[in-house]
């Protein structure tokens, strides 16, 4: 029973009809088939997937039949949620596949693929690019225009006078499909997905005349709301080499240790609520941060990778050490700085790379650079570092 009150409670935000219906099936010892959808339009997993991946390996510990949903089908329509505008590019089923190729080994490092009660892996590209058209009208008939585009989102386009683009006006059909091919008893996702889901919800009824639970989970927002994991050009990815892993945990801020430790990591609930009075009591939150970048650190690697992370970070951080015997770098001279920067893996794009030359965060060889048009030629050996935690040896090759 207790684990069925924190799979109910623990990392959700909704429950759909309602939770006292989900928690009588539960009790009753009824095995439920869920599934969680992803739609592959980066190649990396990152620390926000987490909060739905934990909630599936509950489910997945618990018995029941877990279902991992590549979308490289929906995803060719482009999900418009938490979007302002369309999209200017839309991917292929090839190139979402392609994407995905590493999705598995990224997501099985929290949900189980193999031995017991293992997840099951499917595409849904498989059933919506085989739907003929009369089957996509025949769905599209199951929703008027107005429910459709009652989303906020789309309200807000229209006062703004803004063009609606109806290749994402279909992404909540598609993925209500889903369910119907599926055959699922319950969707889990972010609550960003809710109307989504609960398209599914009515279509199941209408298609199928079967009931579908859907359980939200909560964004990974700090207290201004910005998503955690997937900022702009940066993200911090399941399968990051376990010291920058950690180094990049450690650079959250403090307002989101509570929420971290209780949606991505597997303490039990006590100890969370205990970290978070201490917290509150006005405790150093450096302490509890290093505590939560070990243990995500561990889950997603081992405790021995977890422990020589944590031991490199105090070296570094504490006596502001660059990393011993740096390789050599070498380059052709006159790159922008930022586009050396992403080259070297010292930024994960031109434009995190930018922000980190604005903010201060670049040096060579001690001496900060401020102008994001910066052009490297300098002769000889130099120290290119960003942040506390990187750095690289570079020399030109001409």
Known sequence: MDKIEELLTRGVSAIYPDRERLESALKSGKKLKLYQGFDPTGIKLHIGHMVGLMKLKQWQELGHEVIFLIGDGTGQAGDPSGKTRARKKYLSSKELRDNAKDYIMQAGRIVKFDGPNAAKILYNGD?????????????????????????????????????????????????????????????????????????????MKKMLNREKFV???????????????????????????????????????????VKCFEYITDLEMSEVREIESKLEAGENPMTFKKRLAFELTRMLNDREQAEKAAEEFEKRFSKRELPENLEVKELKSGQPLVEVMVSLELAPSKSEARRLIEQGAVKINGEAIKDVNYIYDLKGENILQVGKLKAAKIKLND
């Open 127 to 203: 059933w919506l690019n085989k739907l003929t058209l009369v089957e996509i009208l025949n769905i599209a008939n199951n929703f008027s225009l107005q429910q459709l585009e009652e989303r906020d989102l789309y309200v807000g386009q229209k006062k703004r006078g803004e063009f609606i683009n109806m290749r994402e006006f279909f992404y909540p059909m598609l993925q209500a499909y889903d369910s119907v091919a599926m055959e699922v008893d319950l969707e889990l996702g972010g609550e960003d997905q809710t109307f989504n889901m609960l398209c599914g919800r009515t279509l």
């Open 215 to 257: 359980m939200t989970t909560p964004l990974l927002t700090d207290s201004k709301g910005n998503k955690i994991g997937k900022t702009e050009g940066n993200v911090i990815a399941l399968d990051a080499a376990p010291y920058d892993f950690y180094g990049m945990i450690m650079s959250l801020s403090d307002d989101v240790i």
